[in-house]
T-cell receptor
Framework: GAVVSQHPSRVICKSGTSVKIECRSLDFQATTMFWYRQFPKKSLMLMATSNEGSKATYEQGVEKDKFLINHASLTLSTLTVTSAHPEDSSFYIC?????????????FGPGTRLTVT | GNSVTQMEGPVTLSEEAFLTINCTYTATGYPSLFWYVQYPGEGLQLLLKATKADDKGSNKGFEATYRKETTSFHLEKGSVQVSDSAVYFCALRALNSGNTPLVFGKGTRLSVIA
């Protein structure tokens, strides 16, 4: 099946710094990618939907200036957490949709554990 | 709005026990329904799906039937194994279009002991 990778898998940063997380579709071109945030013992919360070459659509309550999403190519989307704070510590998961697959199945990356100290 | 409610965990079972994880949904129209599994340290993987009422999704011994009358999509397996220990997420997608995201339940952690 289709593979989605994320990098890094874990990152620790200091409060006030910015962190970039990459999401790549390895064997297909993804016109649409989704970014989720997973809280402990809670569900995945959709943060934003990004389409290649256009601005991301953010969910209500998600600060677009804090969580910068760029989907510059059909195989790469990035999430940058700007001026990170401890409350941004979480598990971030990206997902990509294969447009060739008519069922629009979503493939998930393994996630990135962000810890802000 | 669209939402998914699944039973709270954790669920602990002995090997070869019968598993049921309840999932109900609220959605307009006719959503597609999914079960995803997240093994320790890994990303979510699609376990099974059903796209219309009365469809049964099945994979790796797991089954779930799309019940429109009860708005449910309960996950079942007749005999669990230790390797089934994971977190299971029920999800729906309201429209079958490229930009429609999945809506997830909170997840149910399953632990199977030998």
């Amino acid at each position: 099946g289709a593979v989605v990778s994320q990098h890094p898998s874990r990152v620790i940063c200091k409060s006030g710094t910015s962190v970039k997380i990459e999401c790549r579709s390895l064997d297909f071109q993804a016109t649409t990618m989704f970014w989720y945030r997973q809280f402990p013992k809670k569900s995945l919360m959709l943060m934003a939907t990004s389409n290649e070459g256009s601005k991301a659509t953010y969910e209500q309550g998600v600060e677009k200036d804090k969580f910068l999403i760029n989907h510059a190519s059909l195989t790469l989307s990035t999430l940058t957490v700007t001026s990170a704070h401890p409350e941004d510590s979480s598990f971030y998961i990206c997902s990509a949709r294969d447009p060739i697959n008519w069922t629009y199945e979503q493939y998930f990356g393994p996630g990135t554990r962000l810890t802000v100290t | 709005g669209n939402s998914v409610t699944q039973m709270e965990g954790p669920v602990t079972l002995s090997e070869e026990a019968f598993l049921t994880i309840n999932c109900t949904y609220t959605a307009t129209g006719y959503p597609s329904l999914f079960w995803y599994v997240q093994y320790p340290g890994e990303g979510l993987q699609l376990l099974l799906k059903a796209t219309k009422a009365d469809d049964k999704g099945s994979n790796k011994g797991f089954e779930a039937t799309y019940r429109k009358e009860t708005t449910s999509f309960h996950l079942e397996k007749g005999s669990v194994q230790v390797s089934d220990s994971a977190v299971y997420f029920c999800a729906l997608r309201a429209l079958n279009s490229g930009n429609t995201p999945l809506v997830f339940g909170k997840g149910t952690r399953l632990s199977v002991i030998a």
